[in-house]
């Protein structure tokens, strides 16, 4: 960041805090207001803007009422905390914020009392929000959601390391806070689709990497880490650029408009934290929106694959699968385990069996959702009116750590797939992180 860039930033921050006054509606447009894609959706402007943030992800708790907080979120290196009462009660909720105060939280993450939230609460990516889509949100908030009683709870982080004082200069330091900007020349689709992905859809909060301070370390499209994949909780959130391979490179937009609203294509499935990104916020999207999402993420350019070879289908080793020659290492357990539903050519059955053969998730250069997703098993996406019936079982008790790295290695290197092999001991690491009988590893993003 420019140093002109940050006394901006510093100057437009002091300009909000210190606004008291309403301030003017802007103009609609598009890119910016959500008026028309909530009636194309059938819901209110209000309560659609809450599914594109996805708010009752992480201010909801499956016992509590909606919104009323409560989810407890780590703060690396620092402690826990919880999500609080976003509800219009009074006491415990946000019931006595004015519109000015709300939008002061959402964007630079300064509370009523002026105690600064962690980054936990994305508002970096808030930030960008529309002053319309602002003021139906709080409108939203305010009226139409059940004011609820459920007290917050108090953050779990010793005195000596709590540094919300600090989380000013954090601000200085990794985020911006000024509103989206149409950038000119580009289509409104365009617009539409960089306003959603790198605001109110928080995207980049999962998909790209994050430097010291915890910052991403990129928010828009000219940064070559913006949504290059990124590591959490155990997952990989892998990359969502033009990588050829591992990345979006070869899905096509409807490709990526349709696993946004289904939870898959044929490419692959959701799984992982994913999951409740589909299921709470972008299944309830405008067909135009879910366009608009894949036109932009299909204008990012490679990031470490620019010259790799594009992936090249290959029969090998369905041909010695189908012979029973298991002189490939892995070639065994995944024949015995997996081939029912994967299949020996490694296709799948579409769309509900995902293919392992050309996936990019499979060939992500980091295997952590692999190794999670084998020993784990997956959420279940929501597809019309209930839950997908087909789910990926899990292989905690039945396969050893070795098993379960050789059978991931096959399936890295088999059917055209090229990604590095799997070790045990990289699956030991996740075997011990998620052992479901210990509960002192608390999720840094995992959503409900
Ligand atoms: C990724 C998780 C996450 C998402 C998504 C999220 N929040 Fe938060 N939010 C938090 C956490 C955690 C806190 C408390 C932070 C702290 O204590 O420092 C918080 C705090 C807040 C506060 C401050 C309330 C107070 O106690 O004064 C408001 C207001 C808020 N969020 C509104 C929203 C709205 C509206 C949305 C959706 C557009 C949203 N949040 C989405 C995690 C999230
Ligand atoms: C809470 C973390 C989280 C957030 C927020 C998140 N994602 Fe993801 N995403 C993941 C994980 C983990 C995966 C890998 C598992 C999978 O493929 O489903 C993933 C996978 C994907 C994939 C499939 C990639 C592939 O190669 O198969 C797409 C497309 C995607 N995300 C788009 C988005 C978009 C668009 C947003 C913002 C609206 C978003 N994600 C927000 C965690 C997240
Ligand atoms: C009963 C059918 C079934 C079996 C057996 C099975 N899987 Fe899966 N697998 C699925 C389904 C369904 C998904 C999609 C995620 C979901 O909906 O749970 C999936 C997803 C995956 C994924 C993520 C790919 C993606 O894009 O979703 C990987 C990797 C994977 N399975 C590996 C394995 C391995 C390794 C084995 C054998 C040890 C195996 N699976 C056995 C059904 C199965």
């Given at each position: 960041?420019?140093?002109?860039?940050?006394?901006?930033?510093?100057?437009?921050?002091?300009?909000?805090?210190?606004?008291?006054?309403?301030?003017?509606?802007?103009?609609?447009?598009?890119?910016?207001?959500?008026?028309?894609?909530?009636?194309?959706?059938?819901?209110?402007?209000?309560?659609?803007?809450?599914?594109?943030?996805?708010?009752?992800?992480?201010?909801?708790?499956?016992?509590?009422?909606?919104?009323?907080?409560?989810?407890?979120?780590?703060?690396?290196?620092?402690?826990?905390?919880?999500?609080?009462?976003?509800?219009?009660?009074?006491?415990?909720?946000?019931?006595?914020?004015?519109?000015?105060?709300?939008?002061?939280?959402?964007?630079?993450?300064?509370?009523?009392?002026?105690?600064?939230?962690?980054?936990?609460?994305?508002?970096?990516?808030?930030?960008?929000?529309?002053?319309?889509?602002?003021?139906?949100?709080?409108?939203?908030?305010?009226?139409?959601?059940?004011?609820?009683?459920?007290?917050?709870?108090?953050?779990?982080?010793?005195?000596?390391r709590d540094v919300r004082w600090a989380m000013g200069i954090w601000n200085v330091l990794a985020a911006e806070d000024d509103a989206y900007e149409p950038v000119a020349g580009?289509?409104?689709?365009?617009?539409?689709?960089?306003?959603?992905?790198?605001?109110?859809?928080?995207?980049?909060?999962?998909?790209?990497?994050?430097?010291?301070?915890?910052?991403?370390?990129?928010?828009?499209?000219?940064?070559?880490?913006?949504?290059?994949?990124?590591?959490?909780?155990?997952?990989?959130?892998?990359?969502?650029?033009?990588?050829?391979?591992?990345?979006?490179?070869?899905?096509?937009?409807?490709?990526?408009?349709?696993?946004?609203?289904?939870?898959?294509?044929?490419?692959?499935?959701?799984?992982?934290?994913?999951?409740?990104?589909?299921?709470?916020?972008?299944?309830?999207?405008?067909?135009?929106?879910?366009?608009?999402?894949?036109?932009?993420?299909?204008?990012?350019?490679?990031?470490?694959?620019?010259?790799?070879?594009?992936?090249?289908?290959?029969?090998?080793?369905?041909?010695?699968?189908?012979?029973?020659?298991?002189?490939?290492?892995?070639?065994?357990?995944?024949?015995?385990?997996?081939?029912?539903?994967?299949?020996?050519?490694?296709?799948?059955?579409?769309?509900?069996?995902?293919?392992?053969?050309?996936?990019?998730?499979?060939?992500?250069?980091?295997?952590?959702?692999?190794?999670?997703?084998?020993?784990?098993?997956?959420?279940?996406?929501?597809?019309?009116?209930?839950?997908?019936?087909?789910?990926?079982?899990?292989?905690?008790?039945?396969?050893?750590?070795?098993?379960?790295?050789?059978?991931?290695?096959?399936?890295?290197?088999?059917?055209?797939?090229?990604?590095?092999?799997?070790?045990?001991?990289?699956?030991?690491?996740?075997?011990?992180?998620?052992?479901?009988?210990?509960?002192?590893?608390?999720?840094?993003?995992?959503?409900?």
């Amino acid at each position: 960041m420019s140093l002109y860039k940050l006394s901006l930033s510093l100057v437009v921050a002091g300009l909000v805090a210190g606004c008291n006054s309403d301030t003017v509606t802007t103009e609609s447009t598009f890119a910016t207001d959500s008026a028309a894609q909530a009636q194309a959706a059938g819901i209110s402007h209000g309560e659609y803007v809450a599914r594109l943030g996805n708010c009752v992800a992480c201010h909801s708790t499956p016992e509590g009422e909606p919104l009323a907080g409560g989810l407890k979120m780590a703060v690396p290196m620092l402690g826990n905390i919880y999500a609080t009462n976003i509800t219009p009660d009074p006491q415990n909720g946000i019931g006595e914020y004015s519109f000015d105060e709300f939008d002061r939280v959402m964007r630079t993450g300064v509370a009523r009392d002026g105690h600064r939230l962690y980054p936990a609460m994305p508002y970096p990516s808030y930030a960008k929000m529309s002053e319309q889509d602002m003021r139906a949100l709080y409108d939203f908030l305010m009226n139409d959601v059940q004011a609820s009683a459920q007290p917050n709870l108090p953050e779990e982080i010793e005195g000596i390391r709590d540094v919300r004082w600090a989380m000013g200069i954090w601000n200085v330091l990794a985020a911006e806070d000024d509103a989206y900007e149409p950038v000119a020349g580009q289509s409104d689709g365009w617009n539409r689709g960089a306003y959603l992905v790198q605001g109110l859809g928080h995207c980049g909060a999962c998909h790209t990497p994050r430097g010291l301070l915890m910052q991403e370390k990129g928010t828009e499209d000219g940064d070559s880490d913006f949504l290059s994949g990124a590591p959490l909780d155990h997952w990989s959130a892998s990359s969502l650029n033009g990588d050829i391979n591992s990345g979006l490179g070869r899905w096509s937009e409807a490709d990526v408009a349709e696993f946004l609203q289904t939870g898959h294509n044929k490419f692959g499935t959701a799984f992982g934290t994913m999951v409740e990104v589909i299921n709470n916020s972008t299944r309830h999207m405008s067909d135009t929106d879910l366009a608009a999402m894949a036109e932009y993420m299909k204008s990012l350019p490679a990031n470490v694959e620019a010259n790799a070879t594009p992936y090249v289908a290959s029969t090998a080793e369905a041909d010695q699968l189908t012979a029973l020659d298991f002189s490939k290492t892995g070639s065994s357990t995944y024949y015995e385990y997996c081939s029912n539903c994967h299949v020996t050519s490694g296709v799948g059955y579409y769309p509900y069996q995902p293919p392992l053969a050309s996936n990019p998730v499979v060939m992500d250069p980091d295997p952590s959702s692999l190794i999670n997703i084998t020993l784990n098993g997956s959420l279940r996406v929501f597809t019309g009116q209930g839950p997908d019936v087909n789910d990926m079982p899990y292989f905690r008790q039945l396969l050893s750590d070795q098993q379960i790295a050789d059978t991931l290695t096959f399936i890295r290197s088999s059917w055209g797939n090229t990604a590095a092999p799997v070790t045990a001991a990289q699956v030991t690491e996740i075997r011990d992180a998620t052992d479901p009988t210990r509960n002192d590893d608390i999720f840094v993003l995992r959503m409900k």
